[in-house]
């Protein structure tokens, strides 16, 4: 039993949905544990204070939190107090001591008006205010115009001073204080300097020309006056403090760092660093597992997409879903394969990888854009894999030769597939994963001698050509295992030393004939709508072996001899003629053609009636039944067995013409055409009506060509005249 039996039997326990599904997590399994090892982290069994037996480097890059926080800590307390001098705090303070010396001349002038206004009318003694009165006057406008608590600051004996002061005496008071306070308060003053700055004011007073009373009370209105103007900001210290610890840069123990040599006593910093990369296997740490598992989700996952929008049968989805997994596994074990030379100390031998075998094959058995969403998923896994062997990290340089490389493979495989095409693509994928290697190797600015730049050059060519030999190696055994039909196998099939064509040519040349001409309308109509012309053309080759069986039978094999339907009764006539569809159907299963051409050389009759047969019978019979004296189908299934129903019945009835004529042609392909749509035989298959159209169209521009008019020759006794230069 073969490999398509095997999944045939699958499929009738299992459906499709259940079918699927297992591929799907079979898949996925499968790619997390060949992953598996590569990001697995490696960990070690270390005691504090104990010796390291081998040196240990970091495999990742990681910050290092602590570290970060005590330097950015360190930093912010650099930062000093932030103050702010406020030099309008000198003027708001002269203005106070000014206001002082104002309400005490207004409370002054005012007790001097009272005294006036009396003096004819009281003594005066009795008429003047009282100083405790005018004290009061003075306390209470201080107290009403000033926000500070003036009256309970300075003392009453200093207001009573000035009370008791007048005129030019007062004003020069006044002035020297002011002027004092002023001088000092321009300067910066912070809270641990207010009293050398009221030592200072007091010192200036004191050298003043007042009198000791009045010197003694500006020294205190002037020490009053001064206080702090370069004030501690601490929201601007916060802002400078965060700054700072904004400034500080993460502190990082690098991929590859040395976190401890071998030989060296691990203390307590260096075994935290190990525990915090989880490289103790008292402590492991599980992400880079839970990494790779949301790395296989969206890998299936982006197959699932793709699949589950294909426009195709659901056997061709399934033979598709398991070949192109396959492929892919296939891969990714050569990969890790090579990666595993990694150990050797083999640098760089990640760029003989045959990078481009998976998306040859996937596009030369599939199509270009599953081929394309493979190059994708084998880079991102080559990124994994090979890693210079450093575990649990990813290697972008890997990733960007296997994603170039698989994409050349895709574009230079021709749609010719043949063994010669693959070869030169392989060799062209070559030329591009050399200049792949110089550019990976020139942009990282490496040091390397001419002998590493060979033997990196050479890596890249053997990957190339790997990737055609691999590619042309392991397609006959897909292509045979899933009955898939390439274009290489097309190509194959279409040669004439294939036995079943040289038994078609040998034993019924006629059917031969008819095949080749059928193909050439099939194709070119094909071609026309979008479909498969290369398939049309090798199934219209087979699509009448049946007739090997009994070759007189047929018209088209009936050279100089009776047609033996003449003594046959219709409904003998008629099983003959029905049976060339079946017999060629199990002919090309016994020589396990693909399932493709069988379905046309079944199809291509669909469920027609054999009208000369049944009009005979009913000649003898008026009751027979119709039904007796169709093809028992299926009718066309697909486009391509569609068309050649068609031109199979075309060429046939134009063949049987005698010289005819575009407009006779035409008319022939037009009345087929539309017997054919009448008796529902494309009802079964996805052919438009615009389709057909167009197939009409090309049959008859094929069809003008072969039936061409010819010049006529002349006789024998002309041509001797006239010459053997006559053209056809």
Not at 5 to 10: D, G, L, M, P
Request: a negative charge; charged letters at 25%.
């Amino acid at each position: 039993m073969d490999f398509q039996a095997y999944i045939s039997k699958i499929r009738t326990f299992l459906s499709y949905k259940v079918f699927t599904t297992l591929i799907y997590c079979i898949l996925g399994l499968l790619l997390f544990v060949i992953l598996f090892h590569n990001v697995k982290p490696e960990t070690y069994d270390i005691e504090l204070f104990s010796v390291a037996d081998k040196t240990i480097r970091s495999p990742k890059t990681v910050e290092d939190e602590i570290k970060t926080s005590e330097a950015r800590e360190n930093a912010a307390d650099q930062i000093d107090k932030v103050y702010v001098f406020k030099k309008e705090m000198a003027q708001n303070r002269v203005s106070l001591i000014t206001s002082i010396f104002d309400f005490v001349k207004d409370t002054n002038y005012e007790s001097h008006k009272v005294v006036d206004e009396n003096s004819s009318e009281i003594k005066n003694e009795e008429a003047a205010i009282t100083l405790q009165t005018r004290l009061k006057q003075l306390k209470t406008r201080l107290t009403e115009n000033v926000s500070e608590d003036i009256t309970n600051s300075i003392s009453d004996q200093i207001f009573m001073t000035l009370l008791q002061t007048e005129g030019a005496e007062l004003q020069n008071t006044k002035d020297i204080v002011v002027q004092n306070v002023e001088s000092v308060m321009n300067d910066k003053i912070r809270e641990d300097g207010v009293e050398a700055a009221r030592k200072l004011v007091a010192d200036y007073i004191k050298m003043s020309g007042l009198s000791d009373e009045l010197k003694n009370v500006a020294i205190d209105l002037g020490k009053y006056a001064i206080i702090p103007n370069d004030l501690y900001d601490p929201v601007l210290t916060d802002d400078r403090k965060k700054q700072a610890k904004e400034d500080v840069e993460p502190v990082k123990i690098l991929q590859g760092q040395i976190i401890v040599q071998e030989g060296h006593l691990i203390d307590r910093e260096t075994y935290r660093q190990l525990e915090m990369l989880g490289l103790l296997k008292s402590n492991p740490t599980i992400k880079p597992l839970i990494g790779l598992g949301i790395f296989v989700i969206l890998a299936i996952g982006s197959i699932y997409m793709y699949f589950s929008r294909l426009a195709t049968t659901e056997d061709k989805k399934q033979n598709y879903l398991l070949l192109a997994s396959l492929i892919f596994i296939c891969s990714i074990i050569i990969m890790k394969i090579i990666g595993l030379m990694e150990n050797a100390n083999l640098n760089k031998i990640a760029y003989i990888f045959p990078a481009a075998m998976a998306p040859m094959l996937i596009k030369t058995m599939i199509n270009e854009r599953l081929a394309l969403i493979m190059t994708i998923l084998i880079a991102s896994c080559g990124s994994i894999v090979f890693h210079d062997g450093i575990s649990n990290t990813i290697d972008i340089e890997v990733a960007v030769y296997i994603l170039f490389s698989g994409l050349a493979g895709v574009l230079f495989v021709s749609s010719r597939n043949e063994r010669s095409h693959i070869l030169r693509a392989g060799l062209l994928v070559s030329c591009i994963n050399l200049l792949l290697i110089f550019f990976l190797l020139l942009i990282g600015g490496g040091q390397f001698t001419i002998t590493e730049y060979l033997y990196f050059g050479l890596f890249s060519v053997v990957s190339g050509i790997l990737s055609s030999v691999f590619t042309i190696g392991l397609l006959p055994f897909f292509e045979a295992g899933f009955g898939i039909l390439s274009t290489m196998r097309l190509i194959e099939l279409s040669n004439p030393n294939h036995p079943l064509l040289k038994k078609l040519l040998t034993e019924t040349p006629g059917t031969y004939h008819h095949s080749v001409m059928v193909a050439n309308l099939a194709e070119a109509a094909c071609e026309a709508i979008g479909a498969n012309g290369l398939l049309a053309r090798v199934g219209c080759y087979y699509h009448d072996v049946g007739k090997t069986k009994r070759p007189p039978f047929f018209i088209e094999n009936q050279m100089n001899i009776e047609n033996p339907h003449d003594r046959l009764p219709p409904e003998t006539s008629k099983d003959i003629i029905i049976s060339h569809a079946t017999d060629g159907a199990k002919e090309l299963r016994k020589h396990k053609l693909p399932r493709e051409i069988v379905d046309i050389a079944e199809q291509h009759h669909g469920t027609s009636l054999l009208k000369f047969f049944y009009y005979k019978a009913k000649k003898l019979d008026e009751n027979t039944p119709e039904s007796e004296y169709r093809y028992p189908g299926p009718k066309p299934q697909t486009k391509e067995a569609a068309v050649i129903s068609l031109a199979d019945s075309v060429e046939a009835a134009v063949r049987s013409m005698a010289n005819p004529t575009p407009s006779e042609i035409r008319l022939l392909v037009h009345n087929i055409a539309q017997d054919k749509i009448l008796d529902g035989q494309f009802n079964e298959c996805n052919l438009t009506l615009k389709e057909i159209e167009l197939v009409k169209k090309r049959f008859c521009e094929t069809l003008n060509g072969i039936f061409h008019s010819r010049i006529e020759y002349p006789d024998l006794k002309q041509q001797k005249v006239i010459g053997s230069d006559t053209a056809n």
